[in-house]
């Protein structure tokens, strides 16, 4: 089983700070997505990584593929509460795409 | 602009009744995904079709649980027989081609009650 890792788990903030949320696997990804979902909505997809060392920038959202392609990172700056919701890291390339259980941001104003 | 359209958004059913979830891919898009979602999890995946062919089933149970993607037509889930423990949001996505990075696009999902 090809199992995605995200942490933390849940992570509550104020407004203003930064952070960063992680996704690894023990194999290696032939590619990497992130997405964000709002309560009662589907994932939106946010950004695609495929190369080791990529680094990946959507206005105060940078996201970053490890040189193995073994991890991502994903950081906010100055988060807002607009950034509220979970953020989802999937693999890709294979034909079971499969997702990692989420990190539940919260960004209280 | 018609992304992936699921209905319905909402489906209440009785225990042992039959629920039948839709899902109309992207224009283009030849490949859909079947997930279910629990509150505060993440995606757990169900099945993977092609038009007319299931690709990857093994995340769907082999008791209750169907899913179709005829020629014409949305994509089929089907639960026969439902139960509480089936109660969840089933999202849809779809994606143009296999061998693609992966990217899929979701529905807003359809959200089953089980009573």
């Known amino acids: 089983t090809q199992l995605l890792e995200q942490s933390p788990q849940f992570l509550s903030i104020q407004e203003g700070e930064n952070l960063t949320v992680y996704c690894n696997s023990s194999s290696v990804f032939s590619s990497l997505q992130w997405y964000r979902q709002e309560p009662g909505e589907g994932p939106v997809l946010l950004v695609t990584v495929v190369t080791g060392g990529e680094v990946k920038k959507l206005k105060r959202l940078t996201f970053q593929f490890g040189d193995a392609r073994k991890d991502s990172s994903l950081h906010i700056t100055a988060a807002q509460p ?23 941001l919260t960004v209280n104003p | 602009n018609a992304g992936v359209m699921q209905n319905p958004r909402h489906l209440v059913r009785r225990r042992g009744q039959e629920a039948r979830l839709r899902c109309s891919p992207m ?9 279910r979602q629990l509150p505060e999890e993440g995606l757990k995946f169900m099945v993977y079709l092609q038009k007319e062919n299931i690709i990857d089933e093994s995340g769907m149970p082999k008791e209750r649980f169907s899913a ?21 949001a089933y ?7 296999q061998g693609a990075t992966g990217e899929l696009f979701f529905g807003e999902g359809s959200r089953l009650t089980v009573l």
Request: net charge positive.
């Open chain 2, 27 to 35: 224009k283009g898009h030849s490949h859909v995904y079947w997930y």
């Open chain 2, 68 to 88: 179709e993607f005829p020629k014409e037509g949305p994509s089929i889930l089907r639960i026969q027989q439902v139960v509480r423990g089936d109660s969840a």
């Open chain 1, 82 to 104: 607009g950034d509220t919701g979970l953020y989802l890291c999937q693999r890709g390339g294979s034909e079971k795409l499969v997702f990692g259980k989420g990190t539940k």
């Open chain 2, 91 to 97: 999202f849809c996505a779809s994606s143009p081609k």
